[in-house]
Every structure is written in C-alpha cells, then in structure tokens.
C-alpha cells in the first residue's frame, strides 16, 4: 500500500547507484547532538532549585511542582556525562545536581509509587510510564558506561528504587487516551525484564501488560495510529512500539513503527513542517517539525534495509543544523545503540513526488514537483493548498439550518484529483405524537420528535490538477436562493495585489473577491487565486461560524445554485 513512495524511491536512487552508496558517517553529527545536550543541561542546572528548605528542592523551577521536566532532563544530562565530547563529562557537579533529582523524584512518588502531572492528573499511570521509560534508558546508559559503578553506583540505586516503586502505580493505575496505553503496556514488559530476577514482581507486571496489548494495537494497515496526530502522539507511539519490539524481539511491533514511518513520508513538506490538521489531538494546526521522528527513522534504518528512512533522517538532521535549532532530544537513545551511532547515511530527502490516500483517515496528500496540496474529508477546511511559503486553506460556508460548512462525507479519487460531496437538509421540528411528561424543554426527549423536511441542498467540489495548481469546479443542485461562501484562508502579512487594490493581508481581516484574480505574495513566493465573484456580503451567520483570526480570509459569494470555476495557481 506503500508502493508510490517506496517505488519512486527503491528505483531513482538504486537507479542512480546510489542505493549502497554511503556518503555520511553518523559521527559528522554526533557533536551536534552532544552540544545540544550540553544546553540542555545546562538549562537544567541553572533552573534546578539549589533552596534545600524548599519543597521543589532538587526539580527544576517551573509553574507548578512537575517532576516530569526533571526526569527527561535527567535522561539527557546522564547521556552528556558519559560522553567524552561533552563539557560535563564525568563532571563531579553535575552528578551531584542528578543524585538531588533523583531525590526530588522519589519524594513526589505517591504512596503506590506513581507521580503526578499535576495541571491536570494525580496518580497518573500515564505520565509515570513516560517518566519510567526515559528512567530506564538512563539507568541502561550507566550500565553500559559505568558497568563498575565506579562513579554513579549512588545514582543507578536510586533510579532502581523510583522505577520499582513507580512500576507498582503503573499496574494498578489506567489511562485515559489511546497511546497511553502503549505506553504503558511498554513500560510495564521494561520493568518486567529489568527486574526478572523478582519473579512474582515482573510476572506481575507482565500479566498487567498483557490486558492492555489485549485490545489490539490501534495501527492500521495504512500506518496511522487512532489519534491521528502527525505532529505528536505518532511519534509517541512509534516510541512505546520500539520499546515492545525492544523487550518481547516480536516483529509485528516494529511493523508498526516502519508502516507509520512510510506514511510519515507523506506528511512531512517541503519546509520541514509536519501536515497534521487531521489531528485529533492539540498537534492540529501546529506548527511541527519532523525532527521528533529522526531517532526512529536512524534506528529502523540501522537494522532493517530502508534507503528512504536513510535519506529522510539524513534530511532531517542537516536541516535541523541549516535552521540553527537544537538537535532532536535523542542522544540517551543514540548512545544506547552502537548500530545508530556507527551509521552511515546515503543522500538526504524525502520521496519528491506521490500520490496517497488514507481512506481510514480521509485524507489524500500529493506531491507535484511545485505545489502540494491535501484534501479532507469530514472537515470544514477541505482544501490545503501549499507552494513555498504560502499556504492557503478552502471552506465554503452554508449558513443552512444546523449546517454552517461543507463537509465532504462522501469523496471520490480520481486519477488527478477528487470529488467530494455533501449533502445538507432544511428540517424543522414538528410536535409531539403524545403530550410529553414535562414542559421543561430542556428535559423534553426531542429525538422522539418527527421532523418536516423542507429542502435538501447537494455540494460538489471537483479538484483536478494542473501544470501549476489545481482547478475546481464547484456546484450545488436543489434548493435555490441560499447564500453560499467560498472561503480562501491566506498567511497574515502576505501581501495581496489585485487589480484594484495592493495592500497587506491582516489576521482577521475578510475581503470579498468580486471578481478577477488576484494574487498572494511572501517573499519571492506568489500564488495566484480566482476569479472571484460576489453576488452578495453575507459574511457568515451570527452562530456557529467558524472564524480565521490567524489570517485574512478572502470570500467569492455566490446564491445557488452555483456552478463556477475556481482557479489556484503557483505563479513564482
């Protein structure tokens, strides 16, 4: 189901010769990774309260009392202070401010051992298997790096004593979203063979593991997770897969690793930004970078023959450098696998064309070589439009009883393009059959009422690609006289230059496109839209109505039924 981008990729590149060409050690960017560590750490340091009276004694200073920052800042000083690049190598200090974190930590363990998030979650099972999973990557580092325990023998004890602990409220506690679950079931099997010499203990935990791998990994054969989240929780999962795979040796774990990887493929743009408003989750509409997704590429592609997870790690890292940003908050994962840290990579990219649907998901993603765009279905923006820096979104507004957006729930693919249709209804309440038991409307049982169908209303939005964009054709059939809006959401601080008018788009703003095209400039990047039409002003209902505040929308307004011609089109 992966055949578009594997195929493109397995037969330009092993054309090329390329495909067993190695031009990258990994170890070119291992002082990248290390130097960033060593921010981070010294961050922890400075933000780590020193006040021994004080209750956050230990942690780092934050808003509230969260153990959760200090413990992942743990993982990554513990990685810095084995590595010899490091300026806290073996550094006494710094091992010192790890052995008062460690304390802070097992003082905010509850009494069953699990910690708290607390803006929201006590007794979180959840947030101590993250917590227990960047523990335990930590404790292996010392393992493998002070096996004598020459220095850190006070360290790794205490680790053991809050993982113990906190395994213990991992079992009896649950969860409340999809990949808590894994990440639970993960640490629990961790736990389990870390302490496998504790027989009745790790069986324990194994059985508890068990109930929730039990329900089925929600990885579909398209490689999306329930949650949907590009910008996040894929990632999340992608981790707790890699550590059952880790823990149990059972490929089918990985398999969900490497089938998210290859859809990854075609979520990641061409300005290193993830699409993810599919997201269910606080991810949508984020602004997201592919670097949370470089370990994982680097380590499939260390065991497993992928070019393409090669070349898109590789991508991702010189990118990271190009940006000026902190590497990836990986180098405790690095340093645990010899085959991460002795790779080589071949050239860097991601896949230059594709075409893919995910029906499971209802989104299409294709790559042209000077425009991408995406389609979605169920979702009032349905369109996303991108070319270089401007990224355009589409909804049309149909302020039509209980209905406000066009959404497409039934989409059609086509060999270039799609169609997606909606259909909507005028309906009005009639009375009850039967007197109610109340006259308290709000206690009424309304689904029990029949209702009197007025009108119906079809939508269809056909997208079909161009050299240079995408022409869509836009009709409706059935009721008459409805006023109708097609709304093009454009970046604020773009600039918009009509024939009649040249000014600066503003977040917020709303202008009727009454006719001709018109065309949205940023940078050196323009995109041409239209042409535009307005037969009326209506700008939206007073309820219900979706608002752009982040960007200036543009309307072309139209009384059905409609059947126009709307053009986008990358001019430069």
Not at 235 to 248: D, G, I
């Amino acid at each position: 189901r992966f055949a578009e981008v594997h195929y493109w990729w397995t037969h330009s590149r092993r054309g090329k010769g390329l495909r067993h060409r190695r031009l990258y050690s990994m170890n070119r960017y291992e002082l990248h990774f290390v130097k960033s560590s060593d921010i981070r750490t010294q961050e922890f340091l400075l933000k780590q309260e020193k006040n021994p009276s004080s209750p956050a004694y230990g942690g780092m200073l934050e808003d509230v009392i969260n153990v959760k920052p200090t413990v992942y800042a743990m993982a990554t000083a513990i990685a810095v202070y084995f590595h010899p690049q490091s300026k806290f190598y073996q550094s006494e200090q710094l091992l010192k401010a790890l052995e008062l974190a460690a304390d802070l930590v097992a003082r905010f363990q509850r009494a069953n051992g699990a910690l708290d998030y607390p803006i929201c979650n006590c007794y979180s099972a959840p947030d101590t298997s993250f917590c227990v999973q960047r523990l335990i990557a930590a404790y292996r580092l010392m393992v493998k790096y002070d096996s004598a325990q020459t220095t850190t023998a006070s360290l790794q004890a205490k680790c053991l004593k809050i993982m113990h602990h906190a395994l213990n409220g991992i079992c009896e506690g649950g969860f409340h979203t999809p990949n808590h679950r894994w990440a639970i079931a993960a640490a629990l099997l961790q736990g389990a063979n870390l302490f496998k010499n504790e027989t009745e203990f790790s069986e324990r935990l194994r059985v508890r593991a068990q109930q929730y791998l039990a329900e089925g990994i929600d990885g579909d054969e398209y490689g999306d997770y329930a949650e949907r989240s590009t910008g996040n929780y894929n990632a999340v999962v992608n981790n707790a897969m890699m550590a059952l795979y880790q823990e149990t040796g059972d490929e089918a774990y990985l398999g969900y690793v490497i089938r998210n990887l290859q859809m990854m493929l075609t979520y990641f743009d061409e300005d290193d930004t993830i699409f993810n408003q599919n997201s269910t989750r606080q991810d949508r509409g984020r602004l997201d970078r592919p670097d949370k997704y470089f370990y994982q590429y680097l380590y499939v592609c260390s065991i497993k023959d992928y070019p393409e997870f090669d070349a898109a790690a590789h991508r991702i890292i010189q990118n990271n450098i190009a940006r000026g940003e902190l590497a990836p908050d990986c180098l405790h994962i690095i340093m645990r696998h010899d085959n991460m840290r002795s790779h080589s990579f071949g050239e860097p990219g991601f896949p230059k064309e594709y075409r893919k649907y995910y029906p499971n998901a209802g989104v299409m993603r294709v790559k042209r070589p000077s425009f991408t765009y995406t389609t979605l279905r169920d979702r009032s923006q349905f369109l996303f439009f991108k070319s270089g820096s401007i990224e355009l979104s589409l909804r049309i507004g149909v302020a039509y009883c209980d209905t406000r957006s066009f959404l497409a729930r039934r989409f059609t693919q086509t060999e270039d393009g799609c169609v997606m249709q909606d259909t909507a209804q005028g309906w009005y309440y009639e009375p009850f059959e039967q007197p109610p038991e109340t006259n308290d409307w709000w206690a009424m049982d309304h689904t029990k009422r029949s209702k009197v169908i007025t009108s119906k209303l079809d939508v269809s939005v056909a997208v079909k690609e161009t050299e240079d964009g995408l022409a869509l054709s836009i009709d409706t059939e059935g009721l008459d006289k409805l006023p109708l809006r097609l709304e093009i959401m454009t970046p604020a601080a773009s600039i918009l230059n009509h024939q009649s008018f040249y000014q600066t788009a503003n977040a917020g703003q709303t202008i009727i496109l009454r006719d001709g095209t018109l065309q949205i400039e940023n940078g050196v990047d323009i995109v041409e839209i239209g042409p535009g039409f307005g037969e009326h002003t209506f700008k939206g209902h007073y309820s219900g109505e979706e608002k752009n505040e982040v960007g200036a929308t543009i309307c072309c307004n139209a009384y059905t039924p409609v059947h126009r011609e709307f053009y986008i089109r990358k001019v430069r």
